[in-house]
């Protein structure tokens, strides 16, 4: 049967539900949610109207989906209607993007495909993890408590993965993907700092909710040249996405194996209570059979003979001296 799986993160986490990267995902997996290179503290915000002016008539369709559920923070009602086994999530937006805040304690991801819209361009009042560090990871770790609060509220079962993943500037044909950006006066970044950052992140997750680890930092993937999004700082060679695709299949495996035990445990733990209700039930009957069939004159001679061993336990216990036949 196949699982039904919702991405919260970047091309990192999306990617591996796409036929360009693993051909045959349909035949394991039902993509029921999709929010792309959003913060989480956009996502915990309330949403903020959606109004097509010119500028954002000009996006393609794509970017405009984006900006919309930006907005609307769709995603959260789309999960709990569609209730994905798993949801994967990445760190990327908070460590590249940054948040611009819209109205008070109101934020919407700071998307460079974003940048030519009015509201972006009017807009001053941004925060990034590598300007402010202080002020944007007490904010992002409020607004993560928040999300993983709505997660367990809305969707109990729904198996959280963190996707570990990090930046690189080393391209598979040895060439560092800075300088390539640099000629064409593009930003670049810091990778080891942002790194650094993404650190910080995934170990706060980590360590403060229940969360399994798609670690891809155990070994080095180099970035592809002919990636089909372009050359970019976390598009790697497709053996990137066939690993994770593994590991993540190996997960399911093993939950899939926790479960059957557990159902297994439950099964015998009924069979040993079943047979423990016979055995009582066989014993009760015996004994309703006995009284029911027991004559009045056996009767009371039972219970005298009751009372007269009572009586001569309690001379013992006085320490009197009990007559020969006890």
């Excluded at 700071?110 to 904010?139: E, G």
């Excluded at 790194?195 to 592809?224: G, H, P, Q």
């Excluded at 733990?269 to 079943?274: N, P, T």
Aim: net charge positive; glycine share 2%.
């Amino acid at each position: 049967m196949k699982k039904k799986v919702a991405v919260f993160g970047s091309c990192i986490s999306r990617d591996n539900f796409n036929t360009n990267f693993n051909p045959n995902y349909k035949m394991f997996f039902d993509l029921v949610g999709d929010q792309h290179q959003t913060s989480f503290i956009s996502i915990t915000s309330n949403p903020i109207p959606f109004q097509e002016d010119d500028s954002i008539k000009k996006m393609d369709d794509f970017n405009r989906s984006m900006l919309r559920s930006e907005c609307t923070k769709e995603f959260l009602n789309t999960i709990v209607e569609n209730k994905p086994d798993y949801l994967l999530i990445d760190c990327y937006s908070d460590v590249y993007n940054g948040v611009m805040e819209i109205s008070d304690k109101v934020f919407i991801t700071d998307s460079p495909k974003f940048q030519n819209l009015h509201l972006f361009k009017q807009n001053k009042n941004r925060l990034r993890i590598d300007i402010s560090p202080n002020d944007y990871y007490l904010l992002w770790a409020s607004r993560v408590k928040q999300f993983f609060k709505f997660m367990k509220d809305n969707l109990p079962d729904c198996k959280i993965i963190l996707i570990k993943a990090r930046f690189s500037d080393k391209l598979q044909d040895g060439k560092s993907l800075n300088e390539v950006r640099k000629h064409y006066k593009f930003r670049t970044i810091d990778v080891e700092l942002l790194n650094s950052y993404w650190d910080v992140f995934d170990y706060y997750i980590r360590d403060n909710f229940n969360v399994k680890i798609i670690d891809m930092t155990e070994k080095e993937y180099l970035l592809s040249t002919n990636h089909p999004w372009g050359r970019y700082y976390c598009h790697y060679t497709v053996d990137f996405n066939h690993d994770i695709f593994n590991k993540l299949q190996k997960i399911i495996m093993e939950d899939t194996e926790k479960e059957l035990n557990d159902l297994k445990n439950t099964h015998t733990k009924l069979q040993v209570s079943h047979q423990k209700s016979l055995v009582l039930t066989k014993t009760l009957k015996k004994k309703i059979n006995f009284f029911e069939n027991e004559s009045f004159q056996h009767a009371v001679k039972r219970h005298l003979l009751k009372y007269e061993y009572i009586r001569k336990l309690n001379d013992f216990m006085k320490g009197r001296k009990l007559s020969k036949d006890i």
